[in-house]
């Protein structure tokens, strides 16, 4: 079990949160069996969302994806457990929803890009960026999970 706290940040986007969709892809990595470690509901300002998709400056897509990220608010989770950066985006699906497969959040609940609900960290680096620059540490819990035993060999 000693790989067992890599961490990776989830977001549930405006549209996610519009369509009702938080308890659903909540239950998505609860039943996976990962541990959720931080949950907040937030409306980040302009500022904090260029930061975050620092690296998608200069895409034609840009100023609409920090419109969208601002027109309501995101439920930023950050979940821990083995694998949890590459299982996360592989539970989420591809950018492009009509990419998907079924059974992904976004292939189940998505059609277009610019509205695919969800976010997750893309790699290792990235989700400990992603997870300092949305969560002061102090908001990160630190508990046992009793289901551990049941999940992990
Ligand atoms: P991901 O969210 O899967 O890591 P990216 O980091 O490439 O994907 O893009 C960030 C977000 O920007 C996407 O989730 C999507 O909402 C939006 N986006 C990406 N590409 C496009 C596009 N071609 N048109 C509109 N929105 C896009």
Known sequence: MS?????TFIAIK????????VAKIIAVFEQ?????VAIKM??????H?????DDLRGKPF???LIEFMKSGPIVAMVWEGL??????????GATNPLESEPGTIRGNFAIDTGRNVCHGSDSVKSAKREIAHW?????LCDYNLELKKSIYE
């Open 32 to 36: 996976r069996g990962y541990k959720l």
């Open 83 to 92: 694998d949890v950066v590459r299982q996360g985006r592989k539970l989420l």
């Open 62 to 64: 840009f100023q609409g």
């Open 14 to 21: 405006p549209d996610g949160v519009q369509r009702g969709l």
């Open 42 to 47: 937030v409306c980040p300002s302009r500022e």
């Open 3 to 7: 790989d067992t706290v890599e961490r």
């Open 49 to 53: 969302l260029e930061v975050h998709y």
């Open 135 to 139: 969560f002061n540490n102090d908001e």
